[in-house]
């Protein structure tokens, strides 16, 4: 029997970059908060201070700070007609486990979407046609714009201290920013950080060949920084632990480095860790939510009454919670009606690894950080005419020197050997020359029919709950998007000097064991209509107007671009009204 | 290897009123000590032993994989939580699904090299004339591992090339480890590529573009300015 805890004015469910936002914001409005996290608490100092945290075999090859599959995992399968086995081991994407969530362990690659993203429908379809699109596409549009959006993607930059150059101020082309992005309302709040030789002639190649480079937008600092909460960041050490790591210099924004302190000090907040929310409860009307059961770590049962619940646990677990606690209805394939599980998305990844003469060209590897990088936009979005080409989509192109850690990143010519002597000295002879940019394509994926979750009827977690299942396979048109864009990247990497360039080209089957970033998006998205969205434009669920669902789960689609930068925005845009509007008047903000 | 699991259990933490801040907290990894064998019999340790030397060989550029410490640091990792999977899903039902399903064996990383390792004594002893894989000469051993490799040299009651994959993976985990996990001896496959190891600031190096960093190399528990 659960024990009833003291109601709450709101109760939060997972404390990552979500989490961390509507907390603070919620709080700051005067009302009585809780946040439940399934993890640990984790803090710079303790978690991954700088005497250990740039160890490569603890957090990137053994997944220390990251959810154990033991506690709960997802299963997956290509095609309907599979059976779903479980991920027993995490591969194609990274859980984040604990306070900060993915927002700990990322590269801070902290980009903003196109205006066109948005409308992604009505762009393509008036672009090209309606045929143009595959029958079995279910591109939808967002349901905001990007006025609504912009000034949410300022708030979260100036919190993060974002490091970048701007391309389009208030309209204006500005000189050595990405020309492409949308018209921003004020630049960076901190320039962009230094670059490494790889990144100077990749970027001097990519002009060569007609493009406008550009550096990275990163929220690994070029300066110190505080932001308008009072939390100041350090500069970024280049040091090469970004991704899958802590930062231990406070120079990555993460909750930890921008919220959380200031978020503890508002006596009305509380975090409660270590707590698995097991699912949403609902009053009889099955319209309102009356709070959420947990499980502490000793598989004690508490319920946590609340007059408002916000689901920002990461986006496969906002589903899964959806499903086990009977909100909306689940998605069907077959019909494709629902709204519980559909449009699940993921990216495109693809590269080249240039090798280079090893006596002319030293590219010091390990000087590195997460989210430098020169880029290029012209194959992203729409930026360029898809009517010749027969597919839609497309991706930024970047040489990002993320890392040199040898476990990882010991790139080796096609055709050497595994092991031995050769193998020796082809590690000796590549490591300080080569150019590894395996993920150098950051190419969207855009939903289609057959790409959805459910509940998987045969595995289960330690409660005896069904798992979350996958069903996702690569479809012809993200191939066929990638394919081209892996060739333009792969001129300008040969561009740069290279006397070899190895393409690693995107091939399908969708492959679980393979890392393709943590970009899951989807499941619950958002929309205009409650026939084909689980949420509002606010996030608000269209069945249950008193819980708010935050994250990726909202996206329709994925872009060619890395998700946090949005889903901070969507937070920042969400919380807005419901500071705003839901506050003043409890109940639906969008009448359908 | 320190996973923070034991220390989680039976207690949810409140936090209210600042961030939580206890003196002398911290996570640190549990270095490797020299010393007996944690998990394999002798007769594991000596196949372990003789194999990462094949994979690693002793040469100009360093020392063998036995000698840089690859077999311990095996020993310790499956003597613990690694070993033992114990972050893996690991309930059933087990069932053979597609390549990219990912690994479905109910078997353990500690249950494996336990298994593979005796029928690879075995087969030696079968076909070299009553030799174990650790009697056997270099050429004979780089014939065998030839053979896991490509799945051609057969294991009874193990899959030979995922072995092989498995043990390949965990020796050059350990080579290019920090040396508090057993392997890695004096930096050596560091040293080698021209890694400078845990430095964690290359502020002043990231504008000296195509120059070769200077730094000595360091690991967790080592720098050249510190004593011993």
């Known amino acids: ?592 | 290897m320190a996973l923070c699991i034991a220390p989680a259990l039976a207690r949810a933490a409140t936090i209210k009123g600042g961030l939580p801040w206890f003196p002398g907290a911290g996570d640190p990894p549990t270095p490797v000590r020299p010393g007996p064998w944690l998990f394999f019999t002798a007769d594991e340790a000596a196949a372990v032993e003789a194999l990462v030397d094949r994979l690693i060989p002793a040469d100009e550029l360093t020392p063998g994989g036995k000698d840089v410490g690859c077999a311990v640091f095996i020993d310790r990792q499956l003597a613990g939580p690694q070993g033992r999977y114990e972050a893996r899903y690991m309930s059933g039902p087990f069932q053979t699904g597609t390549k990219q399903q990912g690994d479905q064996s109910p078997l353990t990383a500690s249950q494996h090299y336990r298994q593979a390792l005796a029928a690879l004594d075995r087969a030696c002893r079968d076909k070299y004339g009553d030799k174990a894989f650790a009697q056997l000469a270099d050429a004979q051993k780089d014939q065998v591992i030839t053979g896991l490799e490509k799945g051609s040299f057969k294991l009874d009651g193990a899959e030979s090339s995922e072995f092989f994959k498995l043990l390949l993976k965990d020796t050059q985990n350990g080579f290019f480890a920090d040396p508090i996990y057993g392997a890695n001896k004096d930096m050596a496959a560091w040293k080698m590529i021209g890694f400078p190891g845990t430095h964690y600031d290359y502020r002043d190096w990231v504008e000296r573009h195509n120059q070769r960093v200077t730094l000595p190399t360091v690991s967790m528990t080592s720098h050249p300015d510190w004593s011993q």
């Open chain 1, 1 to 592: 029997m659960a024990q009833k805890l003291p109601a709450k004015d709101v109760v939060i469910v997972g404390l990552g970059w979500t989490g961390s936002i509507l907390s603070y914001e919620l709080a700051d409005a005067g009302l009585d908060v809780i946040a439940i996290e399934r993890g640990p608490w984790r803090d710079t100092a303790t978690s991954f201070p700088i005497s250990y945290a740039q160890d490569e075999l603890r957090y990137r090859i053994q997944h220390d700070m990251f959810l154990r599959p033991a506690q709960m995992t997802v299963t997956f399968r290509n095609k309907p007609s599979e059976t779903a086995l479980p991920v027993r081991h995490l591969g194609a994407f990274m859980l984040g486990n604990g306070v900060g969530g993915g927002g700990l362990h990322w590269n801070a690659e902290t980009w903003r979407f196109l205006p066109s993203d948005f409308v992604l429908r009505s762009h393509l379809t008036e672009r090209y046609g309606a045929n143009f699109l595959p029958a079995d596409m279910t591109v939808q549009d967002w349901g905001i714009t990007w006025d609504e959006i912009e000034p949410h993607y300022d708030t979260f930059e100036y919190l993060c201290g974002t490091s970048g150059t701007a391309g389009n101020l208030k309209g204006k082309i500005q000189d050595g920013g990405n020309p492409f992005e949308g018209a921003r309302s004020r630049p960076y709040p901190t320039p962009a950080q230094k670059q490494p030789f790889s990144h100077t002639l990749y970027a001097k190649a990519a002009r060569e060949l007609g493009y406008k480079p550009f550096p990275q937008p990163s929220g690994n600092l070029s300066q110190p920084y505080t932001n308008p909460l009072g939390v100041t960041l350090g500069q970024c050490t280049y040091c090469g632990y970004c991704e899958w790591f802590g930062c231990a210099n406070y120079s990555k924004a993460s909750p930890q480095t921008t919220i959380l302190p200031a978020l503890l000090r508002k006596p009305n907040f509380e975090a409660r860790t270590e707590c698995e929310v097991t699912r949403i409860n609902l009053d009889r009307s099955g319209k309102r939510a009356t709070g959420v059961t947990f499980v502490d770590t000793s598989g004690n049962e508490f319920e946590q009454p609340a007059d408002l619940v916000i689901l920002c646990a990461f986006q496969l677990f906002n589903v899964q919670l959806l499903l086990m606690s009977g909100i909306g209805q689940p998605y069907d394939p077959n019909t494709g009606q629902g709204q519980i599980g559909r449009n699940f998305t993921h990216q495109t990844m693809s590269g080249v690894i240039g090798f280079f003469d090893k006596d002319k060209f030293n590219f010091n590897p390990f000087v590195a950080s997460g989210a430098i990088g020169m880029c290029i936009d012209e194959f992203n979005g729409d930026n360029f005419d898809h009517g010749p080409l027969g597919f839609v989509g497309g991706g930024y192109l970047g040489q990002v020197q993320t890392n040199g850690r040898p476990i990882e990143t010991t790139p080796l010519p096609p055709g050497t050997p595994a092991w031995g002597a050769k193998w020796k000295q082809a590690l000796r002879d590549n490591y300080l020359s080569a150019v590894t940019a395996t993920s150098g394509v950051h190419g969207s994926m855009y939903s289609y029919r057959d790409n959805y979750f459910d509940l998987d009827p045969t595995y289960k977690d330690r409660f005896g709950r069904p798992l979350l299942r996958m069903t996702m396979d690569f479809h012809d048109n993200e191939l066929k998007m990638s394919a081209y864009l892996t060739d333009k990247f792969a001129e300008i990497v040969q561009k740069m000097g290279a006397k070899q360039v190895v393409k690693h080209v995107r091939k399908g089957p969708y492959d679980v064991t393979q890392y393709q970033t943590s970009h899951l998006c989807g499941g619950a998205i958002m929309g205009g209509d409650p026939k084909s969205s689980a949420i509002n434009k606010y996030l608000q669920s269209w069945d249950v107007p008193n819980l708010f669902v935050q994250g990726a789960t909202a996206f329709p689609q994925n872009a060619g671009y890395n998700p946090t930068g949005t889903v901070g925005a969507l937070a920042y845009w969400s919380a807005a009204a419901i500071r705003s509007q839901y506050l003043k008047n409890p109940g639906p903000l969008v009448h359908a």
